[in-house]
C-alpha cells in the first residue's frame, strides 16, 4: 500500500521558517520525490524535486534559495525546509512521489500533466503566511 503522509504546515509571518515533512509507505522504486503547492484559486506548480537515483534536486525559480528539500531514504522521509517565507508562499504543500522516469524531465514544475508524471501524491498541508 503506498502512503504519503505530509506534516509541519502552519501559520507564521513573513520572513519566518517551516519545515515539512512527508512520510512515505512506496514499496516501488522511485525516480524522483517532489514538493508541490496549489495557492488560493492557482494551479498547482512544482517547488522542488529529487531525482533518486542521481541525487539531483531542482527548485522553481520562485524560491531559490529560500527552500532546501532533503530526502532521508533510512527513515523514508522527505521534507522541505522554508526559509524567509513570503505572503506569496501561501498555499497548500503537495509530498509527491513517481515511479517512472516521467517525473525526470525539464517540465516537471508544470500542473498540466503532473498526475501523469507523479504516480502519488498526498493530502496535502496548509501553510500561511501572514505579511
Known amino acids: 500500500q503506498v502512503q504519503l503522509v505530509e506534516s509541519g504546515g502552519g501559520s507564521v509571518q513573513a520572513g519566518g521558517s517551516l519545515t515539512l515533512s512527508c512520510a512515505y509507505t512506496?514499496?516501488?522504486?522511485?525516480?524522483?520525490m517532489a514538493w508541490f503547492r496549489q495557492a488560493p484559486g492557482g494551479e498547482r506548480e512544482g517547488v522542488a524535486r529529487?531525482?533518486?537515483?542521481?541525487?539531483?534536486?531542482d527548485y522553481a525559480d520562485s524560491v531559490k534559495g529560500r527552500f532546501t528539500a532533503s530526502i532521508d531514504k533510512s527513515k523514508k522521509t522527505l521534507s522541505l525546509q522554508l526559509n524567509s517565507l513570503k505572503p506569496e508562499d501561501t498555499g497548500i504543500y503537495f509530498c509527491?512521489?513517481?515511479?517512472?522516469?516521467?517525473?525526470?524531465?525539464?517540465?516537471?514544475?508544470?500542473?498540466?500533466?503532473?498526475?501523469?508524471?507523479?504516480?502519488?501524491w498526498g493530502q496535502g498541508t496548509q501553510v500561511t503566511v501572514s505579511s
Open positions: 512506496i514499496s516501488q522504486f522511485t525516480f524522483c
Open positions: 529529487i531525482r533518486t537515483s542521481i541525487n539531483q534536486t
Open positions: 509527491a512521489a513517481a515511479t517512472t522516469v516521467a517525473c525526470s524531465g525539464p517540465y516537471w514544475q508544470r500542473s498540466s500533466g503532473s498526475s501523469t508524471r507523479f504516480d502519488y
